[in-house]
């Protein structure tokens, strides 16, 4: 792993879950932990580039030399990433959710007392942060991650095309020992040329070096 790879670089990562407000005390999200995410920061950082981290509420320290920007919601993380352009680089790890209340109420809602009825949560669409860096008038070269249970490859390309990006990580979720709460994880690498390149079984910190190592290849070629 070279130290030198991305000096002089600016490296645009975000990480983790968003949360979406329901109420002052409930909110949607999901079990992102952020691993990969922090790990690639490291990364990135160790290759030599300037990074910044935009970070969903996630329990993980800051990796060193990396400026780390804390958000909550999908649209503050969009915000912070619009924030920290121009990059050379845009790597989405973050699990961001895809929908958020159409509001959120001012104070905790209440059950209706005596009664067993159901309620109805209506949600509105999150505005999705990689399509909308890759069709910036500031694009960065743009990495997308793809969690899928089944045909993992096939969605992994037709995101690759339709959201407009250089490479795409695929990962598959079916399997517990790797993907999102665990140290461990395994991809496959599918950029512009379509020819998949798998890394096997590794912890999130040696794929993260190898997946930088496979970027800053493209990005300096
Ligand atoms: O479409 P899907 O959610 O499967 O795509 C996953 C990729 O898109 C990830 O890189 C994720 O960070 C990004 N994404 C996003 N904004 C969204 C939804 C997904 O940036 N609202």
Redesign the pocket.
């Known amino acids: 792993f070279e130290r030198g790879l991305l000096a002089g670089r600016h490296v645009l990562i975000?990480a983790g879950p968003t949360r979406e407000a329901i109420d002052p005390v409930r909110y949607i999200s999901n079990h992102s932990s952020g691993k990969m995410g922090f790990a690639l920061a490291e990364a990135a950082a160790e290759a030599g580039a300037r990074v910044t981290l935009v970070a969903g509420p996630v329990n993980l320290p800051t990796p060193p030399r990396v400026e780390r920007v804390d958000v909550i919601t999908?649209v503050e993380?969009?915000a912070a990433c619009e924030a920290a352009l121009p990059a050379d680089l845009f790597?989405?790890?973050?699990?961001?959710?895809?929908y958020r209340p159409v509001t959120c109420a001012e104070s905790k809602l209440k059950k209706e007392p005596g009664s067993d009825a159901g309620m109805t949560l209506e949600l509105v669409?999150?505005?999705?942060?990689?399509?909308?860096?890759a069709n910036h008038p500031q694009r960065p070269w743009c990495?997308?991650?793809?969690?899928?249970t089944h045909d993992v490859l096939g969605?992994a390309t037709d995101?690759l095309q339709r959201?407009n990006l250089e490479l795409?990580?695929a990962n598959d979720v079916s399997s517990t020992s790797i993907g999102f709460n665990s140290d461990d994880n395994a991809v496959t690498l599918i950029d512009r040329s379509l020819k998949p390149q798998a890394l096997p079984q590794a912890s999130k910190q040696k794929l993260a070096r190898q997946i930088v190592a496979f970027i800053a290849d493209k990005l300096n070629a």
């Open positions: 975000n999908a993380m969009l790597i989405g790890s973050a699990a961001v959710a895809d669409r999150n505005p999705d942060i990689l399509a909308t860096l990495v997308g991650f793809a969690a899928e969605y995101k959201k795409i990580i």
